[in-house]
């Protein structure tokens, strides 16, 4: 068996690769590509993206009704026909109440107002003095109330009227209880008066010059004029007696 024996010196030894460290900048790497597509992935529809945006949420529910017709709207929709006519016929019972109310009132009222027998005459710490004709049966005036009168006034004994809203075709006075200035021909006393009056009463009340138009008296026009430190003579008659509007 032959041995051979490779000299070194037909194979010369490989040099060493050489490695150099360079501070030079890595070049950017490209973007990635999308993977093709494949013939089946092309063939059906990609899902849409998911919205981020949020759901709106449900209206809430007014915390109050701008009107009776959107709360009758409302509940025709949400529970049908009937509860809209339900609640159309709840507001008709509220105004028919009303006005049953107020002709019970006005009913009670005529049926508890009374001529006097015996007009007895009253004089009061403040001078005023008065006797009633007839008893009212409605609603005693309260201050911030509205009350509806007619009035006569004159200077007492023999003087001028300055002041009448009896008969027909004239207007009555309407004033609120509490508040200045005066209407034409009111003053004071009668104010004072009316605080102890029913709806429906008559009085006939003599007031002092203190209570009336004191020391500087009372131009009405026309000649009528009331001279100062008179005593005035009034009939006073309350109409109705109702809450003041706000």
Excluded: H
């Excluded at 004709?133 to 200077?155: C, E, M």
């Excluded at 509490?178 to 003053?187: D, F, K, L, T, V």
């Amino acid at each position: 068996m032959a041995s051979f024996l490779i000299s070194p010196a037909l194979f010369p030894p490989l040099p060493k690769p050489q490695y150099a460290c360079s501070n030079s900048p890595r070049p950017p790497t490209p973007p990635s590509q999308p993977p093709p597509s494949s013939p089946s992935s092309s063939l059906s529809p990609s899902p849409p993206p998911l919205s981020l945006n949020p759901i709106n949420p449900i209206n809430p529910r007014p915390k109050s009704a701008d009107s009776t017709d959107w709360i009758a709207s409302t509940l025709t929709r949400r529970f049908g026909l009937g509860a809209g006519l339900a609640w159309a016929g709840f507001l008709f019972a509220g105004v028919v109440s009303e006005q049953i109310k107020t002709r019970f009132e006005a009913s009670q009222q005529q049926s508890n107002t009374k001529d006097v027998d015996k007009e007895e005459e009253i004089t009061l710490p403040n001078g005023i003095s008065y006797y009633d004709i007839q008893v009212g049966g409605g609603a005693i005036p309260r201050s911030g109330d509205l009350v509806v009168i007619n009035l006569k006034g004159k200077v007492f004994d023999g003087g001028d009227v300055f002041v009448d809203t009896f008969g027909d075709g004239k207007r009555p006075l309407a004033l609120v209880m509490g508040s200045r200035p005066y209407s034409r021909g009111m003053c004071e006393g009668v104010e004072y008066m009316l605080r102890s009056m029913r709806a429906g009463g008559r009085r006939r009340v003599v007031v002092p010059p203190e209570l009336g138009f004191g020391d500087e008296g009372a131009d009405f026009g026309k000649g009528v004029r009331v001279f100062p430190g008179a005593m005035l003579e009034f009939v006073v008659e309350v109409d109705k007696v109702s809450i003041a509007p706000s």
